[in-house]
Every structure is written in structure tokens, then in C-alpha cells.
């Protein structure tokens, strides 16, 4: 049932990922990342206010919880204005499989903290999970986007690893808290630390880029809730593995990567499939390895 529901998260987080790029292209990407975080808070409001009907505030009444959620919306805060940029100036054939590497952290991070042992299919995962990076690098590279250089591509790996950090905590999250008070809470505590820091930045004048309404942008909400639903779902099940998770929701990268390639005609194409194909080989092995 948790791979179903990893499956179905990964579709939801292609969309998502599509989503996001139409939105921030000539856009101010904080207006937008605030406006996700709005929309993402009304439509988990309904667990709010039920859990503030009941007195305790939700999550038990426990402040350590409400401390602990709001935390994780820091850590994906950052993860996501690292990324939102990166996605912005960087064409989605190069963000996604760089996103896409994702478990590979995961796993890593997973042998340590959980104790979830490695064979032999899942260190070859690991090493072509690398080998992607490196290819992604060189392509970066010839597109005029230099990995020593180029901050978009380091946003973009940044955002990767904040993301794996992210992974990990919800693991250990949902072995104390329901999946929903954590999306839900988690969802609020976003948008009051994305509207403190975007009126901070208006009031200094440092957020000079114009912002226009675009009807993907509510698309971004809607994709990214059905995913964590999914996904925080998952992980709350008996026997789930955040590691072979955090892999089947990297597969979204075929959808952006196929929007990239059929929509937008990024160029590079044939560079960039034999890294897909690198990325997703890692990914197989990691599944196999992991069964």
C-alpha cells in the first residue's frame, strides 16, 4: 500500500514541479513561494481548525510537537527558495535530475540514522546516483552554466540536500505525530515564516522583481498537498522505508523532464537522456536492492 501511495506522490510532484516552473518564469518568486504557502494553509485548514475545536491545539497540546513542526517548515522553506530559484533561471531537464538525486542523501543519511543496511544493488544505486551529478555538472557546463560559477546550479543542489535533511526528519516525525496535524500545522507555520520574511524584504526594498498573477500558481498548491498527503501517508504505515519512498517520488522527474523536452524544446536532449537514464538505472537498483 506505502508504494502505491509513493507512486501516486511522484505524479502529483512531476505536475508540481511543472507547475512551479510556469509560475516563477518572469515572475517574483517569494510572492510566488508565499502564495503556495497560502493556498497549502486553506486547504489543511479543515485539520486546523479541528484540532483547535478540540482544545489542545492539536498534536497532542504538546509545544515540543508545535516547535519540532515548525522547525521542519523552516528546513523546507529553505529547500524550496533554493529551489524555486534554481527551477526560475535553469531549464527543468537540469533541475529535475538534480532533485532527482535526492535519495541517494536519503539513503545515505538512512543507513546512519535508522540502521537501514546497504547491499551491494544499493551502493551501485548510490554510485550512479554520483555518476547523474557529474553528468548533470558537464551539461550545466556546455548550456553556460558552470557548476564552479553558476549559484542557479548550487540553489539547485542546495535545495537537494535541504531536501534529503527534510526527508529524514519526517521519518522520525511521523513515529510520534499523525501524518495530516504534521502536514497541516506544518503548512501553517510556512506561511507565517514565508509572509515574515517577504514583508521584511519589501519594507528594506530588497524584492524589486515586478509579480504577476498566473492560474498555475494555485496548481502548485493543489499538486504539492495531494503528494505530501500521499506521501506523509506512506511513511506513517508499518514497514514503509523512507529511503525506497524518498526513490519512487524522484520518479517525477519524468514528467518534468518530459514537458521540458516536448513543451518547452530545451536543447541538449540527447546529453541530458543518457543522464535520465543514468539517474533512473540508480533508482532501479536501489528498488531491487531494497526489495
Known amino acids: 500500500m506505502w508504494v502505491l501511495l509513493a507512486v501516486a506522490s511522484a505524479l502529483c510532484l512531476g505536475f508540481y514541479d511543472v507547475f512551479k516552473k510556469l509560475?516563477?518564469?518572469a515572475n517574483n518568486v517569494l510572492t510566488v513561494l508565499l502564495l503556495n504557502t497560502l493556498f497549502g494553509t486553506l486547504l489543511m485548514s479543515p485539520v486546523i481548525v479541528t484540532d483547535i475545536?478540540?482544545?489542545?491545539?492539536g498534536l497532542g497540546g504538546n509545544l515540543t510537537g508545535h516547535l519540532l513542526i515548525a522547525l521542519k517548515s523552516a528546513i523546507v522553506l529553505s529547500s524550496w527558495i533554493l529551489g524555486y530559484f534554481s527551477i526560475k533561471h535553469l531549464p527543468l531537464t537540469i533541475t529535475g535530475p538534480i532533485n532527482a538525486t535526492r535519495p541517494v542523501l536519503v539513503l545515505i543519511g538512512a543507513l546512519l540514522l535508522f540502521g537501514e543496511r546497504l547491499n551491494t544493488m544499493q551502493w551501485g544505486g548510490i554510485l550512479l546516483g554520483f555518476v547523474s551529478l557529474y553528468l548533470v555538472s558537464r551539461i550545466g557546463k556546455k548550456e553556460g552554466h558552470s557548476i564552479i560559477h553558476d549559484r542557479w546550479l548550487w540553489m539547485g543542489i542546495g535545495a537537494m540536500v535541504m531536501g534529503a535533511i527534510s526527508g529524514l526528519y519526517d521519518k522520525w516525525l511521523l513515529q510520534t505525530y499523525q501524518p495530516l496535524q504534521v502536514q497541516a500545522w506544518h503548512s501553517l507555520y510556512q506561511l507565517v515564516i514565508m509572509g515574515a520574511t517577504v514583508l521584511a524584504l519589501k519594507k528594506t526594498g530588497h524584492d524589486p522583481t515586478p509579480f504577476h498573477w498566473k492560474w498555475t500558481i494555485p496548481c502548485i498548491s493543489i499538486f504539492l498537498t495531494v503528494a505530501d498527503m500521499a506521501y506523509f501517508y506512506a511513511l506513517s504505515l508499518d514497514g514503509s522505508m523512507i529511503s525506497i519512498v524518498s526513490m519512487i517520488?524522484?520518479?517525477?522527474?519524468?514528467?518534468s523532464f518530459l514537458f521540458g523536452a516536448i513543451v518547452l524544446h530545451e536543447k541538449n536532449l540527447r546529453l541530458k537522456l543518457i543522464d535520465l537514464s543514468?539517474?533512473?538505472?540508480?533508482?532501479?537498483?536501489?528498488?531491487?536492492?531494497?526489495?
Do not use: E, F
Open 53 to 57: 475545536a478540540t482544545g489542545d491545539m
Open 23 to 25: 509560475s516563477v518564469t
Open 249 to 255: 517520488r524522484r520518479g517525477s522527474v519524468i514528467v
Open 278 to 291: 543514468v539517474l533512473l538505472a540508480g533508482l532501479i537498483l536501489l528498488v531491487i536492492g531494497s526489495k
